[in-house]
């Protein structure tokens, strides 16, 4: 495999702000076609992407699934307050 170049994206890597990875850099054997003009990141590692789509959603579903279980405990709160339970 060949070396990540850097490119102007690159600059946040690894800091607390984050990267955002370039999605051609490991596509082919050329790279990406843009180079060190690139606004992405060309040091995240292959799959990173991926990584990160699966991350949010996996953030999303847990949220969603928080929100519900608290709608759910606040419509049964309401309804033995009313005396329906």
């Known amino acids: 495999p060949r070396p990540p170049l850097s490119s102007?994206?690159?600059?946040g890597h690894g800091a607390a702000a984050?990267?955002?990875?370039?999605?051609?850099?490991?596509?082919?054997?050329?790279?990406?076609?843009n180079g060190a003009s690139c606004e992405y990141c060309h040091l995240c590692p292959p799959g990173e992407?991926?990584?990160?789509?699966?991350?949010k959603l996996q953030r999303r579903f847990a949220e969603s699934k928080h929100a519900r279980e608290l709608l759910s405990a606040s419509a049964a709160a309401g309804a033995r307050a009313a005396g329906l339970c």
């Not at 984050?18 to 076609?33: I, L």
């Not at 992407?49 to 991350?55: D, L, P, S």
């Open 8 to 11: 102007l994206g690159s600059a």
């Open 18 to 33: 984050g990267c955002r990875p370039c999605a051609w850099m490991h596509k082919t054997a050329a790279g990406c076609r």
């Open 49 to 55: 992407i991926k990584r990160r789509k699966q991350e």
